[in-house]
């Protein structure tokens, strides 16, 4: 049979398909931003209390590296743009229910649901990032956003100019203890839209993790393994 021929045989088909051969999918600065995030959320997490300075910087580096992915997303090359795997909910839903029933296509790059998932998990790690910066300033009076932000601790009778502006919860703003030890004392609004965002990055992950063991079994890939190597079968 010519290399260009046809075949109605779904057992030659299929062995053609699985004719060893690997192509460049992932770029290094997708990989590599890739781990780098998944080690500084999970040195985050785990360091929420004790010692803060490590969870600073953690959170710091996240903040870091999804900015840089999400300008990559836009100039970087094919399969790191969001025009490439960004996709609507009606081909999410699709793709999840071939999942399910093991008929879903195979992508090259992200599928439908990766692509939502990755831009949850970025959506998500801004905003605790960015939380955490905010709350940093409010409860501790320190940080890049401290000279704009009034500290909880601090006595306000009326709202200063801007740019300083005091978030402070009503039903705790005559509560006197100071954040001492690592624990809370004093909570303000975005210490609680803080934590949210990092219990609902945890809940990402555990859907991510999920998601990528069935897709790996459903098309037979190693997934993980291409985030490492940045090739997949081609």
């Known amino acids: 049979m010519s290399a260009g021929a046809k075949t109605d045989d779904p057992e030659a088909a299929r062995a053609a398909s699985d004719v060893p051969g690997t192509i460049r999918v992932w770029d290094p600065l997708v990989r590599i931003g890739h781990w780098a995030l998944a080690a500084a959320f999970l040195v985050a997490y785990l360091s929420e209390g004790e010692p803060m300075s490590v969870h600073q910087v953690a959170g710091y580096a996240a903040l870091f590296i999804?900015?840089?992915?999400i300008g990559?997303?836009?100039?970087g090359p094919r399969r790191a743009?969001?025009?490439?795997?960004?996709?609507g909910p009606g081909a999410v839903l699709r793709y999840l229910k071939g999942l399910a029933t093991g008929t879903a296509p195979r992508?090259?790059?992200?599928?439908?649901?990766?692509?939502?998932?990755?831009?949850a998990l970025l959506v998500c790690i801004l905003g605790t990032a960015v939380t955490g910066v905010a709350r940093l300033a409010v409860e501790e009076g320190e940080g890049p956003l401290a000279p704009f932000v009034a500290p909880v601790s601090a006595q306000v009778e009326s709202l200063p100019a801007l740019p300083t502006i005091a978030f402070v919860a009503p039903a705790r703003a005559d509560d006197d203890d100071a954040w001492e030890g690592g624990e809370r004392g004093e909570e303000s609004v975005i210490g609680e839209a803080h934590e949210l965002f990092a219990n609902l990055d945890l809940a990402l992950v555990l859907l991510h993790l999920g998601g990528v063991a069935v897709a790996?079994?459903?098309?037979?890939?190693?997934?993980?393994?291409?985030?490492?190597?940045?090739?997949k079968r081609a």
């Open 81 to 87: 743009r969001f025009s490439d795997f960004v996709a």
């Open 216 to 231: 790996g079994v459903v098309h037979r890939e190693n997934l993980v393994g291409a985030m490492i190597t940045g090739r």
């Open 72 to 75: 990559w997303g836009f100039v």
């Open 107 to 119: 992508y090259v790059g992200h599928s439908p649901a990766g692509g939502a998932m990755t831009l």
């Open 66 to 69: 999804v900015v840089v992915r």
